[in-house]
């Protein structure tokens, strides 16, 4: 490699716990544990690819082509090192720490630098002797790729590093009774449904607005992870124990509480609760004026944030004391509005949802939230209903209104990252996507949105991390299932797809049958993918999946007949937009008939169908990219986003 050539490497640091000490102690003791040390290490380097960059003292600096390569490397010395040392006297151990991080390196005159050697020195002094520490990085590069558990240590402060870097421990087979007692990440926390204690029923949407107002407190705090309410929601009113949650969802810390509002006077009680052993780790109530209620948020975020032994930065803490509204009235349409969006989504139940934000605004103009509850009234809408350019003309007004009130408000970089997609604009999307997750990371609806926009650019690497964010921060929401093993399915991970269905057959069977269901027919086994068909069926006997699978499967029995009448159901179904077109075209295609197909396709990039991720990557499409035509229409869909040359 020429000098100053820069490139992505995974770069592992190394040394020996307590060599200093050692030297000073019995200096010839030291050299020899160092030789041996040195002896061990080395051969395991290349078997993995690894290259030794240098030794500095008792450390080493190596460099990997992977991040996968330089993690089992690293296990494997530790392996081997804890052999060695069964049975020696504590003083003759060889005990060493491993810091791996990932990311840009330049070579010069044969040594290597940069902050990816930077950040793997300032790791490598957090791991316990015998232990390994891993950036997130790596992290999100080697899960699900390795049998060994990661835990999260949080976000940590390294020396001369710019931004704080989330470290995780490789948990090491013989460290996983030790785990087992610090149980799950503790800074990744689940806000539970606050139950309602109002003598009024109908505030019911006040405890749920609770519940959501917190989530997106706690989310602007860098060191926490929160999972979305699309997955909390589904525990409301259910009797299971705190850990079977904990466990569900993944997390090592719960937030419960209560809320009883009766006129203008609010009673809330918050408590924190270990995931792992369901203890109590802090508790509290409040009680006050409607007024306070912004206030009490703000405290119950700060006391779960110091529980958790997370800092606040000044700009968290200023955005935790930062009000909406000062309009109470306005803030309880707010909420209203905000409930009935998030259910079922009706044309009734937008009508009415868009009129309460409508008055919330009307309340207080400055309300930039309100602003962008409009602007999801009528991208819902334009969905659903309405044809796109109206409805998306509003909501961009609605959007750059509320961004001119508040240009650091998430949720509405997320909302325009939405609107932008749908229009094709997928590199204004993209932007408005990653400024949405850098003023809160825990968002999943733009990292399914990367996910995409990865997908259509040929990014299979990105693609997958994506989804597998989304997952992680929303994994009871049924499509982030979907899509994550599908994705695993298209990048040839076909047994990691098989083992994440497997675990989320029981929380969402219906979209992990899907799944089941695409694998098989992929695979050529149509009874297989039946069975999964018909067990759909009988979950969601109305889903368009059902039908135009079905008819999939007729075709490809040879039942045409059978397939055509499918294909009429989807053209005569109401509300389903133009992605139908494409669940056309693919009976089509099973068909045999790739004119119909292409022409189908056609019309579905004339409607601006969102569909080009299963169109690229899918095996089920596998012969349709075998066609001529196939490159006209890719070719169409990178001018059509924008990805053209």
């Not at 509480?257 to 009673?267: M, Q």
């Not at 209104?401 to 325009?416: F, G, V, W, Y």
Request: hydrophobic letters at 40%; a negative charge.
């Amino acid at each position: 490699m020429s000098d100053n050539e820069r490139r992505l490497a995974a770069i592992m640091f190394t040394d020996i716990a307590g060599y200093t000490a050692l030297t000073q102690r019995d200096e010839a003791l030291a050299m020899k544990l160092l030789e041996e040390h040195r002896s061990l290490v080395r051969p395991f380097l290349p078997r993995h690819n690894g290259r030794e960059v240098k030794t500095i003292g008792d450390a080493f600096l190596v460099e990997f082509g992977s991040a996968l390569e330089a993690v089992r490397c690293a296990y494997d010395i530790q392996q081997s090192l804890h052999e060695l040392n069964n049975g020696r006297l504590a003083q003759k151990k060889v005990e060493i720490r491993v810091g791996i991080h990932l990311g840009d390196v330049i070579h010069s005159q044969g040594d290597v630098y940069g902050d990816a050697v930077n950040v793997a020195s300032r790791i490598e002094p957090l791991a316990t002797p015998g232990g390994i520490c891993i950036s997130e990085e790596v992290q999100r590069q080697v899960r699900n790729k390795l049998e060994f558990p990661m835990v999260s240590l949080g976000r940590r402060e390294l020396k001369n590093v710019g931004e704080s870097v989330e470290v995780f421990k490789v948990v090491l087979p013989w460290e996983r009774q030790e785990a087992a007692g610090q149980g799950l990440d503790r800074n990744r926390v689940a806000v539970l449904p606050f139950a309602n204690m109002s003598p009024d029923p109908a505030d019911e949407y006040f405890a749920d607005g609770m519940t959501e107002e917190l989530i997106d407190r706690l989310a602007q705090i860098k060191g926490i992870e929160v999972i979305a309410r699309t997955s909390v929601m589904t525990f409301k009113g259910e009797k299971k124990k705190a850990a079977q949650m904990a466990h569900e969802l993944g997390v090592g810390s719960l937030v419960e509480g209560s809320v009883r509002k009766a006129g203008n006077r609010v009673r809330v009680t918050a408590q924190l609760i270990n995931g792992t052993t369901e203890g109590h780790l802090w508790s509290s109530h409040y009680d006050g004026n409607l007024d306070d209620i912004f206030a009490v948020q703000s405290e119950i975020a700060e006391k779960v944030a110091s529980e958790l032994k997370v800092r606040l930065l000044e700009t968290e803490k200023k955005t935790l004391e930062k009000k909406p509204t000062e309009n109470t009235e306005a803030y309880s349409d707010f909420l209203r509005g905000r409930e009935l969006l998030r259910g079922e989504q009706t044309e009734t139940s937008l009508r009415q949802s868009l009129t309460l934000f409508e008055k919330a605004v009307e309340l207080d103009p400055s309300f930039a939230r309100a602003h962008v509850g409009i602007a999801e009234c009528h991208i819902a809408q334009a969905d659903l209903y309405e044809t796109k350019g109206t409805a998306h003309t509003v909501a961009r007004a609605s959007l750059k209104r509320a961004l001119e009130l508040d240009h650091d408000l998430p949720e509405a970089h997320s909302s325009l990252a939405s609107l932008l997609y749908n229009e094709d604009d997928l590199i204004g999307s993209e932007a408005e996507a990653m400024r949405a997750l850098d003023l809160n990371p825990s968002l999943p609806d733009p990292e399914r949105l990367l996910f995409e926009i990865a997908a259509t650019k040929g990014d299979l690497v990105g693609m997958v991390r994506h989804i597998e964010d989304a997952y992680r921060l929303d994994p009871i929401m049924p499509l982030n299932i979907l899509l994550l093993g599908e994705a695993y399915i298209w990048t040839g991970m076909d047994q990691e797809a098989l083992q994440h269905w497997k675990k989320t057959e029981p929380v969402s069977p219906a979209y992990t049958y899907r799944g089941l269901g695409d694998y098989y027919l992929g695979n050529g086994d149509l009874a297989k993918a039946r069975e999964y068909h018909d067990k759909v069926q009988k979950i969601l006997p109305n889903h368009p999946w059902v039908t135009w699978m079905g008819g999939a499967l007729d075709a490809r029995a040879g039942d045409r007949e059978k397939a055509l009448l499918a294909i009429k159901k989807l053209e005569e179904g109401v509300n389903q937009g133009p992605i139908v077109l494409n669940y056309m075209a693919y009976v089509y295609l099973n068909l045999g008939d790739l004119d119909s197909y292409f022409a189908q396709m056609s019309k579905a990039f004339d409607a601006r169908a969102q569909i080009q991720s299963f169109m690229l990557h899918s095996p089920l499409l596998a012969k349709a990219r075998e066609d001529p035509r196939f490159e006209n229409l890719v070719n169409r869909l990178k001018i059509q986003t924008g990805l053209a040359k």
